[in-house]
C-alpha cells in the first residue's frame, strides 16, 4: 500500500523532467508478480526499463494492462499443454491513476483508464510505467475483453488492442501532462499507431504541407524485433477500414504502411528517422528484408542484476565492487579465484536440483553435466534438435560422461506445431532408451522466476533456432551473468557472443548459411563428445576458466545499461 502511494508522487516528479522519451510496447515484464508478457520482448522491455533508471535516463513506458496474463502452463502426462487464465489483481501491484481518455474502436468510443508502477533505479532514479485499461462498465464485452489477454483473440482484437496502445498511450501523455516529449520508441510494430496519431496532431490544413511526416519522423525510433515476415503484424485494409474507421486518408495510410496490407514494420519504417535490428545479424538480415532502408542495430542485453544469481553476485560484490551501476567492470572477472567461481557456481545448481527433485522423482545428480534449453516451445527454436539421433546421444554420454536434460517453454494455444515440439521431448523423457539413460525434464509454465533458476542453474546454456530465425536471444546472455557457456547456433546474438572454447561453442555452420538439420545434429554430437564432456569432466580448470571468459568478455557486454546508452547516443539523441 505504501509504495503505491508514493507512486503518485514519482509520477509528479517525472513528469517535469527534461527530454522525456516516451517508450511504448505491447508487452513489458517488470515483477514476476505482474504478469503482463510473453517471452523475449516482455523481458527486454523490463530490463531496458531497469537500466534507464539505474542510468537516470528519462524515460516513461507505456503499455496495456491485461487482467490474464498470457497464460499458466500447464502439462499433463501424456505431455499435452493446457492452457490456464493467469490471473492477477492490478490493486495489489499498481496505483490506479485518475485520468481517462478516449480512442474510437469500430466507431465506438471506448473509455481508457491507467494504472501506474514506478521502477526505481540503483541511485533512486524513477521509470514510471503506465499500463492502459479499458475494462471498465461503460464500455462494451468486447472492448472491456481488450484487457484481458495479451496475444489473444483475433486480428480485430490485436488491432484493437494496438488503437488503445499507439492512439491511447499518446493521448495518455497528453492528459497526465507530459509535455515535451523529445522521443517516441516504439518496441516492435505492435506500437505503430502511435505515429499516426502524432501525424494526427501535427496535421495542418493551412500548410501545403498538410500531413507533416518530417515532424513525427524526427519524433519517433523504431525497434524491429523479428527477422522472418510472418511475425510482423499485418492486417487487412477491410479489417482496418472497419476497426480503425476514417482515423486517416486511406490513400496516406497505404503509401505508408504498403498496398496490400496495413503492415504495422513498414508504418513504423516510414515513421522513423532511426530504426534498428537487435543484434548485428539481425540488422543485415532486416536491411535485406527492407531494401531503401537505414536499418543499423543495437545489440540486446540483459538487466545484469536482475539476471545475476545471489552466489556471483556475493562474489561480484567481493571482488567487482559497483559492478551493478557499472556493468562494464565485469570484464575484471578474470582475477576471481577458480574455487570461488566453482563454488558459486554449485550453489546455484544445486538450487535448480532441488527445485526439479522436489517436483519430481527423477533424482537429478548435481555432479553431472546439466545442459538446460528454455524458450518459446515454437518450430523453428527446435527444442529437439538435441534428441535428433537418441541412439548418438546415449552413446556419447555412455563413453565420455553423463548428461542431464532440463526443458521449458509454453507454445502459444494456437500454435499446434509448437505444442506437438513439447509433446515429443516428454514423450521420449518417459519411455526408453532416453529414460534409462539420461535424466530429461521439462519443467512446466516457463516464467521470469524460472528462468532465473535455469539460468543459474545450469552447466550449459543450449540453443539450436533455425538460422537466420533467431533475431537476438537473451537467455544465453542471462546465463554469462552467471559463468554458464552457451552452446549454440551462430545466430542472433550468439554470432557477437561465441568465442570458440573460450565462451562456449557453436553448433553448425557459420551465421549467414541457411541451417541444414542433419549437419546441425552432426556437428552437436561431435562437439558434445570432442569437446565438451572432455573438458567438464577432465579439464576442470579449462571449464572454469571459460566460466571467467564469459563473465568477462559476455556479461560485461551484453548488458542493457551498454545497450541504453546506445540507444541515448545512436537514436535518441541522433537527429539527421
Ligand atoms: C529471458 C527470457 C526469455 C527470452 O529468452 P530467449 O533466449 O530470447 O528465448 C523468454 N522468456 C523468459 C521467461 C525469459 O526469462
Redesign the pocket.
Known amino acids: 500500500m505504501e509504495a503505491k502511494h508514493s507512486f503518485l508522487y514519482d509520477h509528479e516528479e517525472c513528469r517535469v523532467r527534461e527530454n522525456k522519451i516516451a517508450y511504448f510496447s505491447m508487452e513489458i515484464?517488470i515483477d514476476s508478480k505482474i504478469p503482463t508478457?510473453?517471452?523475449?520482448?516482455?523481458?527486454?522491455a523490463g530490463d531496458t526499463i531497469r537500466s534507464a533508471a539505474d542510468l537516470g535516463v528519462p524515460l516513461i513506458a507505456m503499455t496495456l494492462l491485461y487482467k490474464k496474463g498470457y497464460l499458466r502452463q500447464n502439462i499433463d502426462e501424456q505431455g499435452l499443454q493446457h492452457e490456464f487464465p493467469d490471473e492477477w489483481n492490478p490493486q495489489d501491484e499498481l496505483a490506479k491513476l485518475p485520468v481517462q481518455i478516449q480512442v474510437e474502436i469500430e466507431k465506438r468510443k471506448v473509455t481508457v483508464q491507467c494504472w501506474l508502477y514506478v521502477v526505481k533505479g540503483i541511485d533512486g532514479s524513477k521509470v514510471p510505467v503506465y499500463f492502459l485499461d479499458t475494462d471498465l462498465p461503460e464500455n462494451s464485452d468486447f472492448d472491456r475483453s481488450l484487457s484481458y489477454y495479451l496475444y489473444g483473440g483475433d486480428d480485430r482484437y490485436r488491432l484493437a488492442q494496438e488503437i488503445v496502445l499507439g492512439i491511447g498511450g499518446v493521448r495518455m501523455l497528453k492528459e497526465l501532462g507530459f509535455q515535451d516529449i523529445l522521443r517516441y520508441h516504439m518496441n516492435e510494430g505492435h506500437a505503430s499507431l502511435l505515429a499516426l496519431e502524432l501525424l494526427n496532431n501535427f496535421y495542418d490544413p493551412q500548410k501545403n504541407d498538410q500531413w507533416d511526416i518530417e515532424q513525427v519522423k524526427k519524433r519517433c525510433v523504431f525497434t524491429t524485433h523479428t527477422p522472418v515476415p510472418a511475425g510482423m503484424d499485418q492486417f487487412s485494409y477491410q479489417l482496418a477500414g472497419q476497426v480503425l474507421g476514417d482515423f486517416i486518408p486511406y490513400n496516406l495510410l497505404k503509401s505508408l504502411a504498403g498496398n496490400e496490407k496495413l503492415n504495422m514494420t513498414q508504418l513504423a519504417l516510414n515513421l522513423s528517422h532511426y530504426v534498428n535490428g537487435v543484434a548485428k545479424e539481425h540488422g543485415a538480415v532486416s536491411r535485406e528484408m527492407f531494401p531503401g532502408y537505414h536499418i543499423y542495430y543495437i545489440t540486446?542485453g540483459?538487466h545484469s542484476s536482475t539476471?545475476t544469481g545471489q552466489y556471483f553476485a556475493e562474489l561480484y560484490d567481493k571482488y567487482i565492487p559497483g559492478w551493478k551501476s557499472d556493468p562494464f567492470s565485469l570484464r575484471y572477472a578474470l582475477n576471481i579465484p577458480d574455487r570461488e567461481v566453482w563454488n558459486a557456481h554449485q550453489k546455484g545448481k544445486e538450487e535448480l536440483i532441488d527445485h526439479i527433485n522436489k517436483l519430481t522423482s527423477l533424482e537429478f545428480d548435481k555432479e553431472v553435466l546439466t545442459i538446460g534449453f528454455?524458450?518459446?516451445a515454437t518450430a523453428y527454436?527446435r527444442a529437439d534438435l538435441i534428441l535428433y539421433d537418441l541412439n548418438r546421444l546415449i552413446d556419447i554420454s555412455r563413453k565420455k560422461g553423463q548428461i542431464q536434460l532440463v526443458f521449458?517453454?509454453k507454445a502459444h494455444p494456437k500454435d499446434q506445431p509448437g505444442k506437438e515440439l513439447i509433446q515429443k521431448i516428454i514423450s521420449a523423457s518417459r519411455h526408453s532408451p532416453l529414460k534409462e539413460n539420461i535424466k530429461t525434464v521439462y519443467l512446466e509454465n516457463?516464467?521470469?522466476?524460472?528462468?532465473?533458476i535455469?539460468?543459474c542453474g545450469v552447466d550449459l546454456w543450449l540453443?539450436t533456432p533455425r538460422k537466420p530465425q533467431?533475431?537476438?536471444?537473451?537467455?544465453?546472455?542471462?546465463a554469462a551473468h552467471n559463468g554458464i557457456p552457451s552452446f549454440s547456433i551462430l545466430d542472433?546474438w550468439w554470432v557477437e557472443g561465441c568465442i570458440e572454447g573460450i565462451t562456449g561453442w557453436s553448433i553448425g555452420s557459420a551465421a549467414n548459411v541457411e541451417s541444414n538439420e542433419e549437419e546441425e545434429a552432426e556437428s552437436l554430437y561431435k562437439k558434445l563428445e570432442i569437446d565438451i564432456l572432455p573438458a567438464y569432466y577432465q579439464k576442470r580448470k579449462q571449464w572454469i576458466n571459460m566460466m571467467r571468459h564469459c563473465i568477462a568478455i559476455n556479461a560485461s557486454f551484453f548488458n542493457t545499461h551498454r545497450m541504453v546508452l546506445q540507444y541515448v547516443s545512436n537514436a535518441y539523441l541522433y537527429s539527421k
Do not use: F, H, P, Q
Open positions: 515484464c508478457y510473453s517471452g523475449g520482448l516482455g523481458i527486454l540486446n540483459v539476471w528454455a524458450r518459446r527454436k521449458a517453454g516457463y516464467n521470469m522466476d524460472l528462468g532465473k535455469l539460468t540453443n533467431e533475431a537476438s536471444g537473451t537467455s544465453g546472455m542471462k542472433g
